[in-house]
């Protein structure tokens, strides 16, 4: 199952709903689908941009999906591909817990950090190990969860928060 939330350097956003009445920036042409280059965020029609679905890397969204102008797919495929190099490099981050003995490594930042609820377990530590290989740090101590019981409508859910410090 994927996150439900996506992390901050996402790239887009297809949900952004928003009204144009404009025209292709390249090729002049009246669009009828609102739709805007990733990049530059210049109106841009089908002909004249190219359209990626949703992309993913190791459970994580790391592109909701949209147009891209031609002028700027290499640069699109280099933030994918920055995307993709953060989430291996937060993979690596060591995380020792609130309850561990044993010796820790030395803290960079001496700062607590928290990620958001989430209502999958994995997806909260994950944004944690982003945070910490953000503020450059490889290894999180005193790591904790907490667990929240949320509700919208009828409807119960579980989210959870991951804590540490770097
Ligand atoms: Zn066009
Ligand atoms: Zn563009």
């Known amino acids: 199952m994927l996150p439900l939330i996506i992390p901050a350097f996402v790239l887009g956003s297809a949900a952004a709903a928003y009204i144009a009445k404009g025209k292709c920036k390249k090729c002049q042409s009246k669009l009828t689908?609102?739709?805007k280059c990733v990049i530059c965020e210049n109106e841009i029609c089908g002909?004249?941009?190219e359209y990626t679905g949703e992309i993913s890397y190791k459970?994580?969204?790391i592109f909701q999906g949209g147009r891209c102008c031609l002028d700027h797919i290499d640069k699109f495929e280099k933030q994918i591909n920055l995307s993709?190099?953060?989430i291996d490099i937060a993979d690596c981050v060591i995380l020792y817990s609130k309850n561990y003995k044993g010796k820790i490594?030395?803290?960079t930042l001496n700062k607590e950090i928290k990620s958001d609820f989430h209502k999958n377990k994995d997806?909260?530590?994950m944004e944690l190990k982003l945070l910490a290989s953000d503020n450059g740090c490889t290894s999180i101590t005193n790591v904790s969860f907490?667990?929240?019981t949320k509700s919208?409508?009828?409807y119960k859910y579980t989210v959870w928060q991951c804590y540490g410090k770097i």
């Open 33 to 35: 689908l609102n739709e």
């Open 84 to 86: 993709k190099n953060k």
């Open 59 to 61: 459970n994580w969204v």
């Open 123 to 125: 997806s909260a530590e």
């Open 152 to 154: 919208s409508d009828n």
């Open 47 to 49: 002909d004249c941009g």
């Open 105 to 107: 490594p030395r803290h």
């Open 146 to 148: 907490i667990k929240e």
